[in-house]
């Protein structure tokens, strides 16, 4: 029995824990919890390091180049397969592969990181990334026909599996090397893949004139090479070593936000590539008299305001932790500018060039911003839902957002093409307009639900942060962390 002093005492020691935060029951302190989270988020966001810095712009130079070695055929290698006697439907397919190839490989490269290292991936895609532009070249030695079109394919596809590996790698380096700045980052690394994108073709145009067809993919493959002995100095070696199981898909695949965020991946790449083998043709009806140069900078219109506004789109979706609210809001007024671009029979709006300008413009902006926050938001969830705040949960979700970007780019042009040549182009736009709209309400609607049923997103299970015990059953997640 205990005595009434020792009760007096006991419930004295209790109010008195009580008042430091500390519960009686195994509950955590919640104030005391409270000040060293905001003490974490003082000291998570200081100035980057030197360290930090010199590996972003390597980083950022690797994706630029990267980007260049898809994009820099577009100017010279379609005369050279018409002059081996190559159809303009396999070329076109050729294309297509490096995406493909992309779709198939990067979910490999996140699955097997973990056991490998990030920085061995990258660094052993760049240097076949490097070799496989080195190798094309060549292609132009070939014999014409078949020979001319397997050898295409097969360096094609070993280049694409490369990039695959080291653009998966390079997010997940990213993510753990600035936990508190995963969409800012992104967003500053996709200013150099659009620099890529829109670059790229012209460095292509500019050394095929100097030196000939081989010209241009030696000086890329160099540049990679030179990129491959600067990552070697100053990518951080990750801890393989001390963590070597794999990431599960499967476990991956079992959080519904993924797929709503795959969708949105997918989707935006679509948006994207619908308009590489349409638009021109499109501004030429609008406009017989625009030259090549003129259509040219109407593509560098879209490029341009998705890669100048996509540090903005990073910066609000670290600042506000509004993935979400960005993601729909973007893919709405990505709607409303493939309505504008055709212009749509709906809107009864005239077939005008500064129409389209417009509609272009905001193409740029909205899919940043759904698109930016994506890879963001699929890390916030897979934590929330359990997932481990480490390299085998960044690889497997790199390899997921590249997997389905990539097939997004494979399949944008080919719908693209199937419904301008079946319907007209402003149909067709509008069409698009509509998967947009729907992808909108979709994820809206996905998210109400979750935060409906779920309680809203908290912090991980496995972080640090987490550091509330809730008492009431009410405000308990319906999933447990393993879930």
């Known amino acids: 029995m205990t005595s009434p002093e020792n009760k007096e005492e006991i419930v004295e020691q209790t109010m008195a824990d009580s008042k430091e935060g500390v519960g009686t029951n195994g509950s955590v302190q919640i104030q005391a919890t409270k000040e060293e989270d905001q003490e974490e988020k003082k000291e998570a966001s200081p100035k980057f390091t030197r360290r930090q810095i010199l590996t972003f712009i390597s980083l950022s ?31 076109g397919f050729i294309f297509g592969s490096f995406s493909f190839v992309m779709f198939i490989v990067s979910p490999i490269c996140g699955k097997i990181m973990p056991k490998v290292g990030a920085k061995f ?70 200013v150099f893949s659009g620099m890529g994108y829109m670059i790229g073709p012209l460095i292509g145009g500019v050394l095929d004139q ?79 008299s625009l030259n090549p140069t003129q259509v040219g900078a109407m593509f560098l219109l879209i490029g341009g305001m998705y890669a100048i506004s996509s540090p903005f789109w990073g910066w609000l979706a670290d600042k506000n932790n509004a993935t979400r609210p960005m ?54 969830s897979a934590k929330w839902y359990g997932l481990a705040d480490d390299m085998t949960t960044y690889s497997i979700i790199s390899g997921q957002f590249n997997s389905v970007f990539s097939i997004g780019t494979f399949i944008g042009p080919v719908l693209g093409g199937f419904l301008v040549d079946n319907l007209t182009f402003k149909w067709a736009a509008t069409i698009f307009g509509g998967i947009n709209m729907a992808l909108c309400v979709l994820f809206l609607t996905f998210s109400l639900w979750e935060f409906r049923f779920f309680k809203g997103r908290r912090p991980a299970p496995n972080t640090p942060s987490q550091v509330v015990t809730v008492l009431d059953d009410e405000r308990a997640p319906l999933l447990g962390a393993n879930c």
């Open 210 to 288: 100097v030196g000939g067809y081989s010209l241009p993919f030696l000086v890329i493959g160099l540049a990679v090479m030179t990129i491959i002995v600067i990552n070697v100095f100053l990518l951080p070696n990750d801890d393989k070593g001390k963590k070597t199981e794999l990431g599960s898909f499967k476990t991956l695949w079992k959080i519904p936000a993924i797929w709503c965020t795959s969708v949105t991946a997918f989707a935006g790449a679509l948006a994207l590539g619908f308009l590489d083998p349409t638009l021109s043709n499109h501004l030429k009806d609008v406009n017989s």
């Open 121 to 190: 991936m990258f660094i052993s895609g760049e240097f076949v990334c490097a070799g496989a532009n080195i190798l094309f070249g060549f292609v132009n030695r070939m014999d014409s026909g078949m020979q001319f079109i397997m050898f295409s394919f097969a360096i094609r596809a070993v280049g694409a599996a490369g990039t695959a590996a080291a653009v998966t790698a390079l997010m997940a380096i990213i993510a753990n090397t600035f936990p508190n700045n995963v969409a800012q980052t992104i967003g500053i690394l996709e």
């Open 327 to 380: 993601i729909v809001s973007g893919f709405f007024c990505a709607c409303v500018s493939y309505l504008l671009i055709g212009p749509s029979p709906l809107l009864h709006l005239p077939t005008e060039l500064w129409v389209i300008c417009i509609g272009l413009g905001c193409l740029g902006l909205s899919i940043g911003c759904g698109l930016t926050p994506a890879y963001q938001d699929m890390l916030v």
């Open 61 to 91: 130079l690797a994706n630029f180049f990267d980007c260049c070695s898809y994009s820099i055929i577009a100017p010279i290698y379609p005369q050279e397969a018409d002059d081996k006697g190559v159809g303009s439907t396999v070329t």
